[in-house]
């Protein structure tokens, strides 16, 4: 699977942004999708997943009730929408896959950036 982030951007606190993930190579209604972040000087940390079936969605606490993920399966794409930006939420933002059957995200995108200016 290779997957294609883009969306990211400069914004102000309280904006939004819609990040996108374009997948191809495999079947990508086989694969569950996640979104990641990782600020400077710190490690990676995952922000929201959803499964290959659409039905279940998973926050970090930190974006829950202001992002969310969703996947257009005809378009090979999942989204995050990120909704009341704040400036904690600065980072390299990472999708990634797995296959549904599996605990470990093996494919990566290249990542995207956001910023959120105070």
């Known amino acids: 699977v290779q997957l294609q982030a883009s969306g990211g951007g400069l914004v102000q606190a309280g904006g939004s942004l819609r990040l996108s993930c374009a997948a191809s190579g495999r079947t990508f209604s086989n694969y569950d999708m996640g979104w990641f972040r990782q600020a400077p000087g710190k490690e990676r940390e995952f922000v929201a997943a959803?499964?290959?079936?659409?039905?279940?969605?998973a926050y970090a606490d930190s974006v829950k009730g202001r992002f969310t993920i969703s996947r257009d399966s005809a378009k090979n794409t999942v989204y995050l929408q990120m909704n009341s930006l704040k400036p904690e939420d600065t980072a390299v933002y990472y999708c990634?896959?797995?296959?549904?059957?599996?605990?470990?995200?093996?494919?990566w995108g290249q990542g995207t950036q956001v910023t959120v200016s105070s």
């Open positions: 959803i499964t290959w079936t659409a039905g279940s969605t």
């Open positions: 990634a896959a797995r296959n549904y059957r599996e605990s470990t995200y093996r494919y």
